[in-house]
């Protein structure tokens, strides 16, 4: 057994070919109030894990715990947040066009992923896989949906800087989603404070 990330809410393990997350304990709050806490998001994330792994490429949980692990297939693939740049440019656009097809065929089923950036997106054998449904939920709002592109965007220009316009309109190519995208422009202009 092997960490291979740790964040704020959980520890991912790899175990030969399969990943266990295991939501860390929070001391600050209360131990019955954090183990409602913990499998409440435990089991939503299963939930939407199953969910998206029949609609996009993504893992199908392998099981759960009745209150803070799943057991998810490992996708050996790597972290489109260190390499996308390292593709040709060519590439690299076929890579968000597929990205944007994903994630409105995601949002058409009303799931919201909720940390849309490319950290949360593995590239093996020419697919782009989506992990990491922790903040994900479900949703028919427009506005939810903009704001999950918002992230994108965002994610797209700090850690891809050098194209992340042209990225991003290669993106919205594969998303069409003509509403979400109009909604997305009043997010932006909510969000700036310049």
């Known amino acids: 057994m092997e960490i291979i990330a740790q964040g704020a809410e959980a520890k991912i393990i790899l175990k030969k070919d399969f990943i266990i997350k295991n939501r860390i304990k929070k001391s600050y709050r209360l131990p019955e109030l954090d183990k409602k806490i913990r499998k409440r998001r435990t089991k939503a994330e299963t939930k939407l894990l199953t969910k998206a792994s029949k609609i996009i490429p993504s893992a199908k949980p392998l099981s759960t715990s009745e209150f803070n692990t799943i057991k998810i297939p490992y996708i050996n693939g790597i972290k489109l947040s260190n390499e996308l740049n390292n593709f040709e440019f060519k590439k690299q656009k076929e890579i968000l066009k597929q990205i944007g097809k994903s994630i409105s065929k995601l949002h058409n089923s009303d799931l919201i992923h909720g940390d849309l950036t490319t950290s949360n997106m593995i590239y093996k054998n020419g697919e782009v896989y989506f992990i990491d449904f922790g903040l994900g939920f479900h ?56």
Do not use: T
């Open 139 to 194: 949703s028919n709002r427009v506005e939810d949906k903009a704001v999950d592109l918002h992230v994108l965007k965002q994610a797209l220009e700090a850690k891809h800087f050098q194209n992340w316009e042209k990225l991003f309109s290669v993106f919205k190519q594969g998303y069409k989603n003509k509403q979400v995208l109009e909604r997305l422009k009043k997010v932006e202009k909510r969000g700036r404070y310049k």
